[in-house]
């Protein structure tokens, strides 16, 4: 374990910089914070929680031309990543390299590393205990940050993570006793807080039973379509794949879609199993809570809490898994409104 | 990858967004959460709002006719210096031949304030008239001059933000959770908060899942509904006295007018039952703070202005005006249609609702442009067309519109078209308008130049340029400054900011708008001076007018009613995934799919009667002319209504539609005329 001190993350980036192409959250318009290249950064943004858009935005792009397929120049640093938003880069891996391998994805993701940051305190629209997802992560990341105030504390996961600290050692001291178990007590005092009243295993219980048809039809007459919910989050991966055609070329691109739109799952003849928009809701949840669970041994869902801000009908997860418990009807806990 | 924050080019709400750009193109969209009216969310249109930018069908030159005229797609590429001279020309020529009043200019709705500025300053400047308009006429007309009567200003009273606080919103006309989606969000979580939401539409719309009280009059009968909700809550005593007394004037002459308008008397007219009549009453008057939303479903009928001030009474009636959370809202279409009318790009009033026939005003404007300006009021749509089909009217000049697929009568507004002489258009794509044309200038997107924007409750907000006009595309303001140059005026600035310095300088409501200050925030006009901070409600103390106007208004009927030839009411309207003439969304690939073509809705009863089954291919006619489209069965329309959207180039809605129009505001009657449907039974075997 290292310790870098807060003043020295500027010369860190900088060095960084030389080989890699930097993103990290930044300031926008009004407060917005988004992840965007930024070159090397002084810190992070004041009061900052979770950019807007995700990691997917660089590693699964919104839309992508396929063909001609484009080489993938440079390295990219991933910094300031919490680890929900490293789970559903960890979760889009496991989807993009089953077979078919999607090298669109996959190279990106070579040419990447991502510097997670854990988080101190849960913010209002966190709830990603729940899905096991955080605050903090045990295995499978490059390099992992922790806020002790002066410093981060750093410690790496992989042989990524600790050929990085290798080459950029001159940033990095060594980790005290003392520093190390302020590590485990931020850790463990952030846990506490978010200690809740969900418990996945209860939630999956639920989606195994009958749910009364009615639950999902009130879901059904509540959403609109936006789409919103799919785009925002981390770890969906449904996509389009169309042709553009010209007098002088054809590009075939890919977009993201998604599978609650009627269009996504109908068939050649019209013919749509999920015609009704109940039925479509009812398939997103299910994929997220239960079989990805299956698929992956993952959640789908990191609770990042996004989709709580993205919604015009206020439908969103924490409510929804809020609602199944209790057994009663939906009711949107009006988090973000 | 670099973000770029904008608005949105499609509804009036004025969501606020993020455009993705990588390597110089357009990639992706994400909400801006802080925004104040969209706070993170966007509809699917927004979502998608990249994708359009660069398929491949962006005009790439400018295009002059060659060979038949109205011969669609007879084109040619030309520089840009041959067509702005052939223009010029042609312009000039027609000018000089027939006079000022023989040229027309339909600005756009689309296009930023300072492009529309910009317009109607060619149009009083360099072509000597005032024959500018554009397509609030098609929509918010009725609002403009409605609200401008009943209360002194044409616009919405309060911010969107606040709906969702109000206890009580009486929704009509108005399908908000497809057309206005954000908007209706705040509808949405008024009722997840406990509020009470009275629909009044004919149809089962997306609000109707969560609303308390449903009542579906017979299209066109509103004035008779709210009449006798007005009629129950004088008899009852539940209006409100005091502000009555204090803030109005009028009310006896009005309170005349109401007496027969029992909700007995109304159940026969609307369909409504009386009880449903009377608990929209007691509600809307007892519960506060209470809101009215409507939207085209008000709007577009020959009595819109007359609805729109029934609105305004209501509200009067019951005090709900001037304060949070209540008020009169209506939800502007596009994107900028506010804008269009605060610039001027009407042929009655210089930006600001300055009017044109007023002296002093007219010599402000003459003094800060130089030259003399025309004191006619000019024409509007309806009226320009007619003029062409008379030969008086020998040029047209259309901005970011297609006039046949958005105007009633579409086959008569193509016969109007071919009269003329010269026909230049702007746009993205080639439109039905375009096919027409004598020439065809590319323009930019709204992605593609720098400029302001103002949506529904009077925010104007910045329009950012993420990439530059793509093929050698110009934005508007643009072309009409290079075309005044060649046509040898000066009409700049041409810097957009500066262009706004301008308009603000001669425009009241806006004196306090500039480009350093929206940097920062978005500002509701009236904003009068560079320290005010911008105007949330309006009417708080006093109306603009000093006291609000009661108007004493009857029931009319639509021109057009069905009898034995043409049984049905069709009523025509929007969906979610697509944007009016879908320009725009038929060229994104998901909104596409999701919607390919026209379609009609029919109640399961009338499709019964007339041996219809889901999916059939069916004609559907009315005096001007049938299309063919599949038929979409379903309960959530009331017997003896048809309703088709109006967003697609094959099988164009409006070709059945009736170009009547009010006879104040001049808008058409989308929402009612007589139709009769009939299975196609000549489909041709392969």
């Known amino acids: ?337 | 990858m670099n973000h770029t924050l904008t608005t949105c080019p499609f509804c009036g709400v004025g969501c606020n967004f993020y455009i993705k750009t990588e390597g110089g193109i357009p990639v992706g969209v994400v909400p801006s959460k802080n925004h104040p009216v969209s706070r993170g969310r966007l509809c699917v249109k927004g979502w998608t709002a990249y994708e359009f930018i660069t398929h491949p069908q962006r005009l790439k030159t400018p295009l002059l006719r060659t060979g038949r005229r109205f011969a669609p797609a007879d084109f040619k590429p030309a520089s840009w210096d041959k067509a702005l001279k052939f223009t010029a020309k042609k312009l000039t020529e027609i000018l000089e031949k027939y006079g000022p009043e023989s040229v027309a200019f339909i600005a756009s709705a689309r296009c930023t304030n300072e492009e529309n500025y910009l317009f109607q300053k060619f149009v009083r400047c360099v072509l000597g008239t005032n024959n500018i308009d554009h397509c609030a006429r098609t929509c918010h007309s009725p609002t403009v001059a409605g609200l401008a009567r009943s209360f002194g200003s044409g616009a919405g009273t309060n911010s969107i933000e606040e709906l969702a606080s109000s206890k009580c919103i009486l929704v009509v006309g108005s399908n908000t959770l497809e057309s206005h989606p954000i908007i209706g969000w705040r509808l949405r979580t008024a009722v997840d908060k406990g509020a009470t939401i009275i629909l009044i539409d004919p149809r089962e719309i997306e609000t109707a899942n969560f609303c308390s009280l449903h009542l579906k009059p017979v299209p066109g009968t509103d004035i008779a509904l709210l009449n006798a909700m007005m009629n129950f809550i004088l008899h009852n005593g539940l209006q409100d006295k005091n502000f009555i007394l204090s803030r109005t004037e009028g009310f006896s002459e009005f309170c005349e007018t109401i007496k027969k308008y029992t909700p007995e008397y109304a159940e026969k007219i609307t369909g409504v039952p009386k009880d449903l009549i009377i608990k929209a009453a007691r509600l809307y008057s007892a519960i506060k703070p209470a809101s009215i939303v409507y939207g085209l479903g008000i709007t577009e009928h020959t009595c819109g202005t007359d609805n729109v001030s029934t609105l305004a009474n209501l509200a009067m009636l019951c005090g709900n005006v001037g304060k949070p959370s209540s008020g009169v809202n209506p939800l502007r279409g596009q994107n900028n249609v506010q804008g269009a009318c605060d610039m001027g790009a009407l042929p009655n009033v210089f930006p600001g609702y300055q009017k044109v026939s007023d002296e002093n005003i007219r010599k402000k404007f003459e003094a800060a442009w130089g030259g003399k300006l025309s004191s006619e009021n000019g024409l509007v749509i309806s009226e320009i067309l007619e003029k062409m089909l008379e030969g008086k009217i020998k040029a047209l000049y259309v901005v970011g519109e297609d006039v046949v697929m958005s105007e009633p009568n579409s086959r008569h507004v193509i016969e109007c078209l071919k009269k003329l002489e010269l026909l230049v258009v702007h746009d993205l794509f080639i439109c039905k308008t375009a096919e027409l044309a004598d020439v065809v200038f590319p323009a930019a997107s709204f992605a593609e130049k720098e400029g302001t924007f103002t949506n529904a409750d009077r925010r104007v907000q910045r329009v950012r340029k993420a990439i530059a006009p793509l093929n050698g595309s110009l934005p508007d303001g643009e072309i009409i400054v290079k075309l005044a140059k060649t046509m040898g005026y000066e009409i700049g600035p041409e810097n957009p900011e500066e262009i706004m310095d301008e308009a603000a300088a001669l425009t009241p409501i806006y004196g306090g708008i500039s480009y350093g200050r929206l940097e920062k925030e978005t500002l509701q006009w009236p904003c009068p001076n560079k320290k005010h901070p911008g105007t949330k409600i309006l009417h708080q103390e006093k109306f603009s007018q000093g006291k609000g106007k009661f108007f004493p208004i009857e029931h009319q009927p639509p021109r057009e009613l069905p009898d034995k030839e043409f049984p049905f009411i069709l009523s025509t309207g929007r969906i979610l995934f697509h944007y009016n003439v879908a320009t725009m969304t038929s060229r994104t690939k998901i909104l596409q799919r999701e919607f390919p073509e026209n379609f009609v809705q029919i109640n399961p009863v009338d499709a019964k009667e007339y041996n219809i089954k889901n999916g059939d291919i069916v004609e559907v006619s009315s005096r001007r002319g049938g299309i063919t489209v599949k038929a979409s069965i379903t309960p959530a329309i009331i017997k003896g209504v048809l309703w088709m959207p109006f967003h697609f180039a094959k099988n164009m809605t409006n070709i059945l539609t009736n170009d009547v129009f009010d006879p104040i505001a001049k808008i058409g009657e989308y929402k009612v005329c007589a139709v009769r449907i009939k299975k196609y039974e000549n489909i041709k075997k392969a």
């Not at chain 1, 950019?51 to 699964?60: A, G, I, R, V």
């Not at chain 1, 739109?261 to 019209?270: C, H, I, K, L």
């Open chain 1, 1 to 337: 374990m290292k310790i870098l001190k807060k003043r020295d993350i500027c010369k860190l980036l900088g060095a960084a910089a030389k080989k890699y192409i930097i993103i990290a959250p930044k300031e926008k318009h009004g407060g917005d914070i988004l992840f965007e290249e930024t070159g090397p950064i002084d810190a992070l943004p004041e009061n900052y929680v979770l950019p807007y858009n995700s990691l997917k935005d660089f590693f699964f792009p919104q839309s992508e031309i396929l063909i001609p397929q484009k080489n993938v120049d440079g390295k990219f640093l991933f910094f300031g990543v919490r680890p929900c938003d490293a789970n559903a880069v960890k979760f889009q891996d496991l989807f993009f390299s089953k077979e078919p391998y999607d090298i669109y994805y996959l190279k990106k993701r070579q040419n990447s590393i991502i510097i997670t940051l854990t988080c101190n305190t849960p913010a209002k629209n966190c709830f990603c205990l729940l899905s096991g997802s955080g605050p903090y992560l045990d295995e499978k990341y490059d390099l992992q940050f922790t806020d002790l105030g002066e410093e981060f504390l750093v410690t790496a996961g992989n042989a990524k993570g600790r050929e990085f600290i290798r080459e950029f050692g001159g940033y990095f001291t060594g980790a005290n006793n003392a520093q190390i178990s302020e590590q485990n007590t931020i850790r463990n005092k952030c846990k506490m807080q978010m200690e809740g009243t969900y418990d996945m295993k209860k939630i999956e219980k639920k989606l195994t039973e009958e749910t009364p048809a009615q639950f999902w039809k009130e879901l059904g007459h509540r959403c609109i379509n936006c789409g919103g919910c799919e785009f925002i989050c981390p770890t969906c991966f449904c996509f389009n794949v169309h042709d553009d055609v010209s007098a002088k070329s054809i590009m075939r691109k890919r977009s993201w879609d998604s599978c609650t739109f009627e269009g996504y799952g109908r068939m050649a003849g019209g013919f749509n199993p999920n015609f009704a928009r109940e039925q479509r809701i009812k398939r997103r949840f299910y994929c997220k809570l239960y079989h990805s669970k299956k698929w992956f041994n993952m959640y789908g869902c990191v609770g990042c809490g996004r989709c709580t801000g993205v919604c015009p009908v206020n439908l969103e997860m924490e409510s929804f898994i809020c609602s199944l418990t209790k057994g009663d009807n939906y009711q949107s806990l009006l988090k973000e409104i």
